[in-house]
């Protein structure tokens, strides 16, 4: 799989190098192809695949889609970039979605509700 904006690296946990391999391939693409849609605003990855021990540690929910490769958060530093990271992660196919002051989280968990935004 080739993607076009990132780099496997970013998704790492910092405890565990070489992570980001663990990441689900399909959320990889879909978050490609969000950050092609996006133009300018660039996709910051402050979290992708956790470790369970880095998860407790930054206050995660047991059972996190990042636990799993399946979730990611994005950082946006104003109002504009959190309108642009929504607006593309939906296009992209995203259907859950949690939105913060500093991130916007997604990820492409089948196994939990669908449809549905959150924010923090």
């Not at 929504?86 to 492409?108: M, P, Y």
Request: aromatic share 10%.
């Amino acid at each position: 799989m080739e993607l076009k904006y990132f780099k496997l690296e970013e998704f790492d946990s910092p405890d565990v190098p070489g992570s980001g391999s663990y990441m689900d391939p399909e959320l990889l693409l879909m978050l490609d192809e969000a950050r092609r849609i996006s133009g300018s605003v660039p996709f910051r990855i402050n979290s992708g695949w956790r470790s369970i021990e880095r998860n407790q540690a930054v206050g995660g929910k047991e059972g996190s889609s990042h636990c799993i490769g399946k979730a990611v958060d994005v950082a946006a530093s104003n109002s504009r970039e959190r309108f642009v990271i929504v607006r593309s992660l939906i296009e992209a196919g995203f259907t859950r979605l949690g939105v913060s002051n500093s991130f916007v989280h997604a990820d492409n968990d089948e196994a939990k509700a669908q449809n549905v935004m959150w924010t923090y």
